[in-house]
């Protein structure tokens, strides 16, 4: 019943003459409890978990992540939020409340000093359509000890991200995001569940970090992916030879035909493993 309560608290707040939703903080208010319900679920939270959300709006997801977490690290880039969410928390004391912006933020200092005794962390967030990636990779290039991220985010990025080779939405995004993280797409969330109503569908994934792979020096290699994808519609060798410019296509074709690769082969057509073979052969062969 009090959640309900609360719920119905927030749809009164959102509709006050008085309240300004800012257009500039992507502010979408999600206000449906089932879907709140399934985002938390989600993160697999316990008493030892140390939860990092970004963006709570007026606290729906809040409320429930600090009912199961340790400790929460919460960022709201709004100061005008901040007293309507101390207050739909007003009786928790195991969160840290921070107005800033979660860019600018020195995130592994707050960390040390709000979850420091978790066992693990996780990342909950509804994210702001205008910067969902670079939240992302803020926290996959500069953020440690991080478990794994339930993010939801614009339908379209969802699918990108969380894509195969073959397929449409697949791209150089889909193999920079899936080379430091398992990434799963969970489900769809309808818009007419926000207020105000987006223009589109968000989704939610779940990106589970790679240890091996985080915090390494990984620049070269996404700059080789990003020109292989240069044209899409364009073959891996004709990609390769007007973003470096070191190797002849023939000389191209033949180290496409060392990793087994059809010289004919477009970026689409390649996996995340297979991009890294060819990435290694490509700089021996340079060297």
Known sequence: MAENLDNAKRKSIVNQDDFIIKKKYSQNFLLDENIIHKIVDSANIDQNT?????????????????????????????????????????????????????????????????????????????????????????????????????????????????????????????????????????????????HPQPNVDSAVIQLIIKPETIHKNNKGFYDFVHKCFAQRRKTLINNLSSGYNRFTKSELSEILEQLGINPLTRAEALDMDTFLQLYNQYFKQES
């Open 50 to 194: 140390g939860v990092i959300e970004i963006g709570p709006g007026l606290g729906a997801l809040t409320k429930h992540i600090v009912s199961q977490a340790k400790s929460v690290l919460i960022y709201e880039i709004d100061e005008d939020l901040i007293p309507y969410l101390e207050g739909f928390l007003d009786k928790t004391n195991n969160y840290t409340l921070q107005n800033k912006d979660i860019l600018k933020a020195d995130i592994n200092q707050d960390i040390v000093a709000t979850l420091g005794g978790c066992e693990k962390i996780v990342v909950i967030s509804n994210l702001p359509y205008h910067i969902t990636t670079p939240i992302i990779m803020r926290f996959l290039e500069g953020v440690k000890g991080i478990h794994s991220m339930i993010m939801m985010m614009q339908l379209e990025v969802a699918k990108r991200i969380t894509s195969k080779p073959d397929t449409k939405d697949y791209n150089a995004l889909s193999v920079i995001i899936q080379h430091q993280t398992e990434a799963k797409y969970l489900f769809k969330v309808p818009k007419k569940v926000f």
